[in-house]
């Protein structure tokens, strides 16, 4: 099992560039999940999906951010104008259920270290 | 106030003492917690889960659950160096299917 896969690993780009971060989730997770993560603002969920489909997209900050899931392998998160204030850690996570509903814990991808100078 | 609430830290702890972390939720119909260990630059790791009111023990790490206080505890029996973290207390809100609400973390240092 190659766990949650994202990349690139790190991302460093100019204020008002497109930013692309990808996520492969664990094979029969039919949940996907995008936190980013700051020292001031801890791990917020930004958006998660279930079976491709987005569920909750609350804590989209705003209209420059967008995801997508087009199939149960692969999920993007696109910040489009980047601001320095994006700078962050983005995790992406999925996981699964039992039967009864009870939800298991996530596993975390490794993350993308977000920079926009 | 705040979803779920943690001591920041840092909780200093001598070598093979126990250390004890705390968690407070405040929706009362929550019904799903979990602990997570995140080490400097890496991502969370899941160590716990928890369910029931009571204790939950595995190998050195016991989670305790009380719903009619609203807490959440880990404890870490003999803790080592490779202790040294930031534990993060994650709870699945009542309104939600499956969608982790996370406190800001409790860092620790275990020292030799």
């Known amino acids: 099992d190659a766990g949650v896969i994202q990349s690139p690993r790190h991302e460093v780009t100019e204020m008002g560039q497109e930013v692309t971060l990808r996520c492969k989730p664990i094979?029969?997770?039919?949940?996907l999940f995008w936190y980013r993560q700051t020292m001031m603002r801890g791990l917020e969920l930004l958006i998660y999906?279930?079976?491709?489909?987005?569920?909750?997209d609350s804590g989209m900050p705003e209209d420059r951010f967008s995801a997508k899931m087009p199939n149960a392998s692969f999920s993007t998160l696109k910040i489009q104008p980047s601001e320095p204030r994006d700078s962050a850690v983005y995790f992406c996570?999925?996981?699964?259920?039992?039967?009864?509903?009870?939800?298991?814990?996530?596993?975390f991808g490794s993350g993308t270290r977000l920079t926009v100078v | 106030q705040k979803e779920v609430e943690q001591n920041s830290g840092p909780l200093s702890v001598p070598e093979g003492a126990i250390a004890s972390l705390n968690c407070t939720y405040s929706?009362?119909?929550?019904?799903?917690f979990f602990w997570y260990r995140q080490y400097s630059g890496k991502s969370p790791e899941l160590i716990m889960s928890?369910?029931?009111?009571g204790d939950k023990e595995d190998g050195r790490f016991t989670a305790q659950l009380n719903k009619a206080s609203q807490y959440v505890s880990l404890l870490i029996r003999d803790s080592q160096p490779s202790d040294s973290a930031t534990y993060l207390c994650?709870?699945?809100?009542?309104?939600?299917?499956?969608?982790?609400?996370f406190g800001g973390g409790t860092r620790v240092l275990v020292k030799p």
């Open positions: 996570a999925s996981s699964s259920h039992a039967g009864t509903g009870v939800p298991y814990g996530y596993t």
């Open positions: 094979s029969g997770h039919d949940y």
């Open positions: 999906f279930n079976n491709n489909v987005p569920i909750d």
């Open positions: 929706d009362r119909g929550s019904q799903s």
């Open positions: 928890i369910y029931s009111n």
């Open positions: 994650a709870v699945n809100p009542r309104a939600a299917v499956n969608k982790l609400t």
